[in-house]
């Protein structure tokens, strides 16, 4: 089978198409014919061995794929033609890859293949990073950066629907509108102004509740900023390349939060909190009250265009591979 890999950790460019055997599903495992494969952000940083805990080369990446159920181990209760969705630990990025039959997720009513595959990390993510997390209420005004990317615009659609004021961040004003598009309120074109600037003006200089920084670095620092006493900040990535570093004075005397959110590591230690948000949004997504946003396919063999396509801030909404 066709699969990528990353034979050393470095630019996308080390992404490389090659030939590998198709894997047997052990116990409690199905074998998957991938129809779609999502690209994560933590798929880039891996890539570049900057992930804490990611995988060391040579492997094949991807932690997130919607196809067809191909075969099943001992144990496991599905059958062979079933359309499914699943994280995987890895090896996304190909034409079969195996699942553990526990994690596999039914496709929402009237979703494409496609759309699904962008369904798990971002939409998971958002919906997590926003109540069980966040523990955010209708009222509240929420700060979200990358607002017209994956998770972005997961989150400004799922607080938009939970009557939360949006604020988010973009580099583009064609980004922008997405967003606004989604349910944003308020669209701040970081390159061009303070973001801390403008929350002031739009909060009447109280600040938001909630921030959501997948981006780490300065912006971190600078999202406290932004908090009004007694807010929260949920840090689910570092898209910088830099991890963010909090000013304690400002936790301390806003009596602010911060809060620390990794998805693998929250279903491997508390699944039913993680996974407790999938009834609600598939029927979110069934009825069409919130849609995946899928920005751009790419084939499978283009994997390196599409990780440099997301890394030159090209994108919105999710990116897939298509074998």
Known sequence: MRAIEVPAYGDADVLTTTERPVPEPDEG????????????????????????????????????????????GDGVNREPGEAVVSLVEAAGYAEYTVADARGLLEIPEGMGVEEAAGFPVQWLTAHNCLHEWGGLEA??????????????????????????????????????????????????????????????????????ELVLDGIGGETTDRSLQALSSFGRMVSYGAASGEPGRPNTADLLFGNKRVIGYHLGRAIAEEPMRVMGAVPELSGLLADGTVAVQVGHTFDLEAAAEAHAFIEDRKSSGKVLLVP
């Not at 999502?38 to 919607?66: L, S, W």
């Not at 009557?163 to 944003?184: P, Y």
């Not at 701040?188 to 109280?206: L, Q």
Request: aromatic share 4%; proline share 4%; charged share 25%.
């Open 139 to 208: 009222g509240e005004t929420v700060l979200i950066h990358a607002a017209a990317g994956g998770v972005g615009s997961a989150a400004v659609q799922l607080a938009d629907e939970a009557g939360a004021t949006v604020v988010g961040t973009a580099s583009t004003e064609a980004k922008l509108e997405v967003a606004r598009d989604l349910g944003m309120d308020h669209g701040i074109r970081y390159t061009e102004v303070d973001f801390v600037d403008r929350v002031e003006d739009v909060t009447d200089g109280e600040g938001v």
């Open 29 to 72: 495992e199905v074998r998957l014919e991938v129809r779609a494969a999502g690209i994560n952000f933590a798929d880039i940083m891996q890539r570049r061995g900057h992930y804490h805990g990611g995988p060391e080369p040579p492997y094949v990446p991807g932690m997130e794929v919607a196809g067809v159920v191909d075969a099943v």
